[in-house]
């Protein structure tokens, strides 16, 4: 669908919303000709009748949100092919979504056919009645996590697509420090946000044997659910309610930890700048273990599949083989494991918010795996879990 396209529909859309459903309180709020259009998904199934518009504030926020921002490479990808593969539509369109809890009417499950290319995060995937049967949400992990109405729609998309078991799955029985050309990266997917906030419990994260995670993170009772801090339209967090308890000008700047834990021994700042240390030594440790143990150079491009490759020369520039560049090849069960965790940390910007305790851990514990080869002394880091 051309912008163009869907100016056209957005128009037809809205005053069909306004007209059917338009309440005069909001009619008297918003000066029509300011209202945002909004986009219906061509892929439908669109039901006005199964949403109350009762204002045109949360339409014009959905509007400017990620969700609906059909551009974006999460929904623009699909475009061109025959329409988007069953497995990934559920949660890169609506519709796809729908089909998979069965709130179209089929069966529950991997839709069985292609979905349509062209939808969105729509309104109907939030608002539908079929989501106050959904009692549970099954994560990659195989646990069953027991959700309350829309919280069935965010830890849907938002959980990933793997977990700490696909990795111990393919490293099972192999020596740890020897290189397997069988081994491939495994990603953990994008917007991690469900996956961080279940912690050990989820299992999103490869965890080391003998080692203890932090599981959900309870947090406090006003703040304990995905839209009590982001507005389910806009998706933004809005700071002012976390104020009552916390200090600082942005929540990356809260913490409550007494301890600094990426050795920098710095506890003025937000608990997210010691994720973010920990990370970044993580991933040098990541690179240095490569070209010392296994002698295979590795660098990290972060906008490319599969974003670990190889590095004859160790120039920190991905090699290509005619054109086209190499995979990363050289994977030890230590290394993947590692690359794994920090791929799974980085995959969610709101880590720090979401579940620090876990994110610290993974953290601490794979770059305490590394060091053992490397010959660094944690204790001589004053890194703390
Ligand atoms: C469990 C839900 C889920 C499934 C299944 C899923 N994705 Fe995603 N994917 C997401 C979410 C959420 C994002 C949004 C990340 C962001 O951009 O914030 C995303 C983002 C992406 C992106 C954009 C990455 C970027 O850099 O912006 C691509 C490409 C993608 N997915 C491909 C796929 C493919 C291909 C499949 C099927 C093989 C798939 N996804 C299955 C949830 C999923
Ligand atoms: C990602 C999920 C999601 C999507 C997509 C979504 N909504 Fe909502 N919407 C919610 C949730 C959750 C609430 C309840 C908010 C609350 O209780 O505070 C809500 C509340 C509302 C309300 C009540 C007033 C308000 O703002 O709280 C209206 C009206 C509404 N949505 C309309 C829409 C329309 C129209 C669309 C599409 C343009 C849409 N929503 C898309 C999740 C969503
Ligand atoms: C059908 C799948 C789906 C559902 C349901 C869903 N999301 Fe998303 N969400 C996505 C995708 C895909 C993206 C990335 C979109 C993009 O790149 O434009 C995204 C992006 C986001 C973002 C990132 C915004 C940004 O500015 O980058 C937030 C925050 C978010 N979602 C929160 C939520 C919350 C909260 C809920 C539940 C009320 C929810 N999502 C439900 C698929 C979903
Ligand atoms: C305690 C409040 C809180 C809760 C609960 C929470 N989030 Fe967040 N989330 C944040 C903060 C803070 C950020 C960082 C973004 C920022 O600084 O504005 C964030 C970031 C995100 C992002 C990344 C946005 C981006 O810019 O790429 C996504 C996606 C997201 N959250 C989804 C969710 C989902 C889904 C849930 C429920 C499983 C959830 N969040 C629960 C506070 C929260
Ligand atoms: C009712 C009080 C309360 C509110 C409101 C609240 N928090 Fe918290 N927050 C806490 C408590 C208590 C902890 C410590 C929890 C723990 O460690 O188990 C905490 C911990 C945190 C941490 C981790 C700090 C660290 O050093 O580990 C972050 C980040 C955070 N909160 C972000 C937020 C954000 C963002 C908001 C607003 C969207 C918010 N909080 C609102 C009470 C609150």
Same mark, same amino acid.
């Given at each position: 669908?051309?912008?163009?396209?869907?100016?056209?529909?957005?128009?037809?859309?809205?005053?069909? @919303?306004?007209?059917? !459903?338009?309440?005069?309180?909001? =009619?008297?709020?918003?000066?029509?000709?300011?209202?945002?259009?909004?986009?219906?998904?061509?892929?439908?199934?669109?039901?006005?009748?199964?949403?109350?518009?009762?204002?045109?504030?949360?339409?014009?926020?959905?509007?400017?949100?990620?969700?609906? /921002?059909?551009?974006?490479?999460?929904?623009?990808?699909?475009? +061109?092919? $025959?329409?988007?593969?069953? %497995?990934?539509? #559920?949660?890169?369109?609506?519709?796809? !979504?729908?089909?998979?809890?069965?709130?179209?009417?089929?069966?529950?499950?991997?839709?069985?056919?292609? &979905?349509?290319?062209?939808?969105?995060?729509?309104?109907?995937?939030?608002?539908? $009645?079929?989501?106050? /049967?959904?009692?549970?949400?099954?994560?990659?992990?195989?646990?069953?996590?027991?959700?309350?109405?829309?919280?069935?729609?965010?830890?849907?998309?938002?959980?990933?697509?793997?977990?700490?078991?696909?990795?111990?799955? %393919?490293? $099972?029985?192999?020596?740890?420090?020897?290189?397997?050309?069988?081994?491939? !990266? &495994?990603?953990?997917?994008?917007?991690?946000? =469900?996956? +961080?906030? *279940?912690?050990?419990?989820?299992?999103?994260?490869?965890?080391?044997?003998?080692?203890?995670?932090?599981? @959900? !993170?309870?947090?406090?009772?006003?703040?304990?659910?995905?839209?009590?801090?982001?507005?389910?339209?806009?998706?933004?967090?809005?700071?002012?309610?976390?104020?009552?308890?916390?200090?600082?000008?942005?929540?990356?700047?809260?913490?409550?930890?007494?301890?600094?834990?990426?050795?920098?021994?710095? =506890?003025? #700042?937000?608990?997210?700048?010691?994720?973010?240390?920990?990370?970044?030594?993580?991933?040098?440790?990541?690179?240095?273990?490569?070209?010392?143990?296994?002698?295979?150079?590795?660098?990290?491009?972060?906008?490319?599949?599969?974003?670990?490759?190889?590095?004859?020369?160790?120039?920190?520039?991905?090699?290509?083989?005619?054109?086209?560049?190499? %995979?990363?090849?050289?994977?030890?069960?230590?290394?993947?494991?590692?690359?794994?965790?920090?791929? *799974?940390?980085?995959?969610?910007?709101?880590?720090?918010?979401?579940?620090?305790?876990?994110?610290?851990?993974?953290?601490?514990?794979?770059?305490?795996?590394?060091?053992?080869?490397?010959?660094?002394?944690?204790? $001589?880091? /004053?890194?703390?879990?």
């Amino acid at each position: 669908m051309t912008n163009k396209n869907i100016l056209v529909s957005a128009v037809g859309a809205v005053c069909l @919303l306004i007209l059917a !459903f338009g309440s005069t309180s909001s =009619a008297q709020e918003t000066n029509n000709d300011a209202v945002v259009p909004f986009v219906l998904p061509e892929s439908g199934p669109f039901k006005p009748e199964d949403i109350r518009i009762d204002n045109q504030k949360a339409i014009t926020d959905w509007y400017r949100s990620a969700h609906a /921002d059909q551009a974006a490479e999460a929904f623009s990808r699909w475009d +061109s092919d $025959e329409g988007i593969r069953p %497995a990934c539509a #559920v949660c890169h369109s609506g519709e796809g !979504f729908r089909s998979y809890h069965g709130l179209d009417g089929s069966e529950p499950g991997i839709p069985t056919e292609p &979905i349509p290319a062209g939808g969105v995060v729509d309104c109907g995937t939030c608002h539908n $009645e079929g989501l106050r /049967d959904i009692k549970e949400v099954l994560f990659p992990s195989g646990v069953h996590y027991p959700v309350v109405g829309a919280e069935a729609a965010c830890m849907t998309c938002h959980q990933g697509r793997t977990a700490g078991t696909t990795v111990a799955a %393919a490293i $099972e029985g192999k020596d740890l420090d020897t290189a397997d050309s069988s081994l491939r !990266f &495994i990603n953990p997917h994008y917007a991690t946000a =469900a996956a +961080s906030w *279940l912690g050990g419990y989820g299992g999103a994260g490869y965890h080391y044997e003998g080692r203890e995670y932090s599981g @959900l !993170f309870w947090h406090a009772r006003p703040v304990s659910s995905c839209n009590s801090c982001h507005e389910p339209h806009s998706l933004e967090v809005d700071f002012e309610p976390c104020q009552t308890c916390h200090q600082g000008e942005t929540p990356q700047d809260i913490r409550v930890s007494r301890l600094s834990h990426d050795g920098s021994g710095n =506890a003025a #700042v937000g608990i997210a700048y010691d994720i973010r240390g920990n990370s970044e030594t993580l991933i040098q440790m990541i690179k240095d273990y490569a070209e010392s143990v296994t002698g295979q150079p590795i660098v990290y491009e972060g906008g490319q599949h599969p974003y670990f490759f190889n590095d004859a020369n160790g120039d920190s520039v991905v090699d290509l083989a005619e054109g086209s560049p190499v %995979a990363y090849d050289g994977w030890t069960p230590r290394l993947l494991r590692a690359a794994y965790n920090w791929k *799974l940390v980085s995959s969610d910007p709101g880590n720090f918010a979401h579940n620090p305790d876990y994110t610290l851990e993974l953290l601490y514990d794979s770059i305490e795996d590394l060091a053992g080869p490397l010959d660094i002394d944690m204790k $001589e880091t /004053d890194i703390l879990r």
